[in-house]
T-cell receptor
Framework: DAGVIQSPRHEVTEMGQEVTLRCKPI?????LFWYRQTMMRGLELLIY????????DSGMPEDRFSAKMPNASFSTLKIQPSEPRDSAVYFC?????????????FGPGTRLTVL | AQSVTQLDSQVPVFEEAPVELRCNYS??????LFWYVQYPNQGLQLLLK??????LVKGINGFEAEFNKSQTSFHLRKPSVHISDTAEYFC????????????FGSGTRLLVRP
């Protein structure tokens, strides 16, 4: 089992540029979560999907952020345009519907720096 | 609103000493409880979880936690820490009516000194 895979691991971009973060959940997991981690705000849930459908996006900070899950094995988080305050570590996590009692499995994260 | 509180942002301790990291949550409604550990530049790894049954839960790396329903607490303990335990520790709670959300505490940085 490869675990949750995220790419890239590090991203440095300039303000105003579009940024796309990618996530491959664990096979068979039908819940997928996107989190953002910063020193100031800690770990925040941005959005989560069930069976590729967005269920709760109330944590998405603003319209510059969007997330998609075109199939069960792939999700993207896009920031357009990016701003310096978006600099953070973005985590993807997944979990199966049954048996895990909400235990989530986290990817290694993408460290985003917006200059 | 549902919330998770980790009062200690940092806990310094000497190697081989015992440690307790505190976690309290906002409601006594049925919950699932978790502790995750994050080593530098890595993702979160599950340390242990309470789902039901015995209130004392044992996890990996010699850690254990005790669920106290009346005090709405889930404190993490280790009788003797190692340098390698230096990491950030997050308490997380899932309320059974919360649509599969995990609410995380702000984290406690455990700093083990030789």
């Amino acid at each position: 089992d490869a675990g949750v895979i995220q790419s890239p691991r590090h991203e440095v971009t300039e303000m105003g540029q579009e940024v796309t973060l990618r996530c491959k959940p664990i096979s068979g997991h039908d819940y997928l979560f996107w989190y953002r981690q910063t020193m100031m705000r800690g770990l925040e849930l941005l959005i989560y999907f069930n069976n590729n459908v967005p269920i709760d996006d109330s944590g998405m900070p603003e319209d510059r952020f969007s997330a998609k899950m075109p199939n069960a094995s792939f999700s993207t988080l896009k920031i357009q345009p990016s701003e310096p305050r978006d600099s953070a570590v973005y985590f993807c996590a997944s979990r199966p519907t049954s048996g895990a009692y909400n235990e989530q499995f986290f990817g290694p994260g993408t460290r985003l720096t917006v200059l | 609103a549902q919330s998770v509180t980790q009062l200690d942002s940092q806990v310094p301790v000497f190697e081989e000493a015992p440690v307790e990291l505190r976690c309290n949550y906002s409601s006594s409604v049925s919950v699932y409880l978790f502790w995750y550990v994050q080593y530098p530049n890595q993702g979160l790894q599950l340390l242990l979880k309470y789902l039901s049954g015995s209130t004392l839960v044992k996890g990996i790396n010699g850690f254990e936690a005790e669920f106290n329903k009346s005090q709405t607490s889930f404190h993490l303990r280790k009788p003797s820490v190692h340098i390698s335990d230096t990491a950030e520790y997050f308490c997380a709670v899932s309320w059974m009516d919360s649509s599969y959300k995990l609410i995380f505490g702000s984290g406690t940085r455990l700093l083990v000194r030789p």
